[in-house]
């Protein structure tokens, strides 16, 4: 039983490598006989090739796949190729062609007068015309694309006409130099940013988020150009009130300011009055005290009272200095009372001296120099 089975599979196997080596033999024959076949030929040739093959057998072992594999890629690679070919030639004849009827052409034009070369020149400006409005034409009877994106982040949709230069395409009749909106035709249904058909701009897919993003952002800087002008015109009012505010609150200031500066003025008049008043009751008491003989009775307090620059004289060392500011203070007095002023000024000045010279004795003893301090301070008053 098993050499039975080893002979089948010795068998299967001869038969399998068999069958590949014929598949080999038939695709070398068919590339053989491609590479014999003209070009125009090859197109025919290699879809008749593969339909036999598609409509005979498929192949079913690994081998024969991939040499199927690379049989309809050579094809289709010689197939390109013939084509390569076959557009050079004709590029080639057609270049041969021009240069050919530019070489007949030049000796005839090297020849003709001024007025033909006029008239010439004319007639190519006519012609150049008529092909530059039948252009036009057809390009209006075309669909236009879309102009360019009015509102939203979308991307702009140019034109063939070098990204829509002035002359403007509508998008409502498919002309140019208006927009949709000022378009004089009547309306038809589509999207004014995209163009597309059977939708309005509030309806598209496409645009009616940016569309309602756009309206809103629009109202809204409607409402701030509305309402600038009665907020200018507020500020205008409060800064006008408060102008006025402030023009009053100084306006009071200043009235406050004056009416003090008056009192303290009055105050100071009353007090300068009392002092003259006060100056001229111990005047006549030291007149009256000169006249009595009561020169006892007048003190030193009576000096800076009649005259106040004598309280400054006193403040200097030299009692002749004082003596001489005294004189020149009370002119115009009465002589008695200027003797008894002058009279006071020696006195008080004796006195010093009779106190320095007992402070200079009696050196050292403090309790003797405070002692005979209060005592000339009691004479003094």
Not at 17 to 32: F, G, L, M, V
Not at 289 to 303: F, L, N, Y
């Amino acid at each position: 039983m098993e050499t039975d089975r080893d002979s089948k599979e010795v068998v299967g196997t001869e038969s399998k490598e068999d069958y590949s080596e014929s598949w080999i033999e038939a695709i070398n024959s068919t590339e053989q006989m491609i590479e014999s076949i003209s070009p125009p030929l090859l197109s025919l040739v290699t879809s008749d090739a593969d339909s036999t093959i598609e409509e005979t057998e498929a192949p079913t072992n690994k081998k024969a796949r991939e040499l199927s594999l690379r049989m309809s890629g050579r094809a289709s690679r010689q197939e390109d190729e013939a084509v390569k070919q076959q557009q050079k030639q004709l590029t080639e004849t057609l270049v041969d062609e021009k240069a050919r009827k530019e070489n007949k052409e030049r000796p005839a034009a090297a020849t003709v007068d001024s007025e033909s070369r006029i008239n010439a020149k004319s007639s190519t400006m006519v012609v150049t015309d008529d092909e530059a409005g039948k252009s036009k034409r057809a390009k209006c009877d075309l669909p236009i694309k879309k102009t360019g994106v009015r509102f939203g982040n979308l991307k702009p949709i140019p034109t063939d006409r070098d990204l829509d230069p002035p002359p403007f395409a509508c998008l409502n009749c498919w002309r140019y130099n208006h927009r949709s909106d000022e378009c004089p035709a009547p309306r038809k249904l589509h999207c004014d940013n995209c163009g597309r058909k059977g939708e309005t701009t509030s309806t598209c897919p496409r645009c009616r988020d940016e569309h309602q993003r756009f309206i809103c952002e629009l109202e809204s800087r409607r409402a701030k150009e509305r309402a600038e002008p009665e907020r200018q015109s507020r500020t205008s009012i409060q800064g006008s009130n408060k102008a006025k505010e402030r023009a009053e609150q100084e306006a009071i200031y200043r009235a406050k300011v004056e009416a003090a500066r008056k009192s303290n003025a009055l105050e100071d008049e009353e007090k300068r009055r009392r002092a003259a008043a006060a100056q001229a009751e111990e005047l006549r008491r030291a007149q009256e005290g000169a006249r009595t003989g009561a020169i006892s009775k007048i003190k030193s307090i009576v000096v800076p009272v009649i005259a106040p620059g004598v309280a400054l004289a006193e403040q200097r060392r030299s009692w002749s200095d004082k003596i001489l500011y005294a004189l020149r203070s009370t002119e115009g007095f009465d002589p008695k009372l200027r003797q008894v002023i002058i009279q006071r000024l020696i006195d008080e000045e004796k006195a010093e001296k009779a106190q320095a010279e007992e402070i200079s004795i009696n050196g050292g003893d403090e309790e003797k120099k405070e002692d005979l301090s209060k005592k000339s301070r009691q004479d003094q008053d």
